[in-house]
């Protein structure tokens, strides 16, 4: 996953972990506008959290932090 992909996803899951608490789970859809403009960085989350992890639709936001400071 590209580092601006990684700092996203950290950013966005730290702001919903902050607005709903600790339980608020996330799909990687939320890391995108409603009008996808860059349909390849979709594809690459996309393939990060389904075909490589094979992670249900929505996970726990702390998870996925973990998970993509660890660099799996």
Not at 44 to 65: G, M, P, R, S
Request: glycine share 4%.
């Amino acid at each position: 996953m590209r580092e601006s992909l990684r700092c996203k996803v950290i950013d966005v899951c730290t702001k919903k972990i902050i607005q709903k608490g600790e339980n608020v789970g996330v799909s990687f859809y939320a890391f995108f506008a409603n009008k996808n403009s860059d349909p390849e960085l979709l594809m690459e989350a996309a393939t990060w959290w389904i075909q490589k992890h094979q992670l249900d639709h929505f996970e726990k936001a702390n998870k996925i932090i973990e998970m993509v400071k660890s660099g799996k």
